[in-house]
C-alpha cells in the first residue's frame, strides 16, 4: 500500500510563486522548484502536473493576493479613493521590504514570456486586466459620489493608476532611496484628487 503524501497545498504554491517570481519561468528548473517547496518529485508531478501549471498556479496566487489587499483596505476604508491611494503606498512598502523582486510578477511574466505566445503571458496579461477592472470599479464609485470631475473616464484613469502602480514598483530597483521613492510616490498619487470636504 503506497503512502499518499500530506502536505500543504497552498504553502507549496507559496513557495513556488517566492521561487518563480525571483528568477522567472525559465530560470529554474524543476530540480530547483523541489528544493524550494521541499517536495519529492513524485508527489509534485502527482499534484501539479509540470513546471508550467505549477506556475500558472503561482500566478493565480499572486493574483489573488493582490485582490485580497484591496478588499481589505475597502473593508478598512470608507472612501474608494483613499483605497486606491493606501493601495499603492503598500505596493511600495512591499516592493522595499522582503519580496524576492521589485518588479510585478505578472508584468515579468509576459516580459519573459509576451514574445512568444506563451500560455502563461496571456494568463498574465489577463490577470493584469482583471485587476485594472477592480481599479475602474473604485474609480465609477469615485466618481459617481462626486469625487471625480463629471468627464472622468474610469477606465483611463484606472490604466494610467496600474501604469504608475507597476513603475513606481519597478523603479526601485533603480533608486531604492526612501527620500526618492517617497517624492515618485506623491506624484504618482497625484493622479488622484484629494477628496472634496463636506
Known amino acids: 500500500m503506497v ?11 507559496a513557495n513556488a510563486t517566492t521561487l518563480f517570481w525571483a528568477r522567472g519561468f525559465k530560470g529554474c ?6 528544493q524550494a517547496v521541499n517536495l ?8 501539479f502536473g509540470d513546471k508550467e501549471n505549477l506556475y500558472r498556479e503561482a500566478l493565480l496566487h499572486y493574483a489573488a493576493a493582490g485582490l485580497a489587499s484591496l478588499q481589505a483596505l475597502e473593508q478598512q476604508l470608507d472612501c474608494p479613493l483613499k483605497v486606491l491611494r493606501q493601495f499603492m503606498r503598500q505596493a511600495l512598502a512591499n516592493s522595499l521590504t522582503g ?8 508584468v515579468k511574466t509576459v516580459t519573459e514570456l509576451g514574445a512568444e505566445q506563451h500560455p502563461l503571458a496571456s494568463l498574465a496579461r489577463e490577470l493584469l486586466q482583471q485587476m485594472a477592472a477592480q481599479f475602474t470599479r473604485l474609480l465609477a464609485q469615485a466618481k459617481q459620489a462626486g469625487l471625480l470631475a463629471a468627464d472622468t473616464d474610469p477606465a483611463a484613469l484606472a490604466s494610467f493608476y496600474q501604469m504608475q502602480l507597476i513603475g513606481l514598483k519597478s523603479v526601485t530597483r533603480l533608486q531604492p532611496e526612501p ?8 506624484q504618482a498619487l497625484a493622479i488622484l484628487p484629494a477628496e472634496k470636504a463636506h
Not at 527620500?179 to 506623491?186: E, G, I, T
Request: overall charge positive; charged content about 20%.
Open 3 to 13: 503512502n499518499s503524501a500530506k502536505f500543504d497545498r497552498q504553502q507549496v504554491i
Open 179 to 186: 527620500a526618492v521613492l517617497d517624492c515618485l510616490l506623491q
Open 40 to 47: 519529492r518529485p513524485g508527489s509534485l508531478y502527482a499534484s
Open 99 to 106: 519580496q524576492p523582486d521589485k518588479v510585478c510578477m505578472l
Open 29 to 34: 528548473s524543476m530540480r530547483d522548484v523541489q
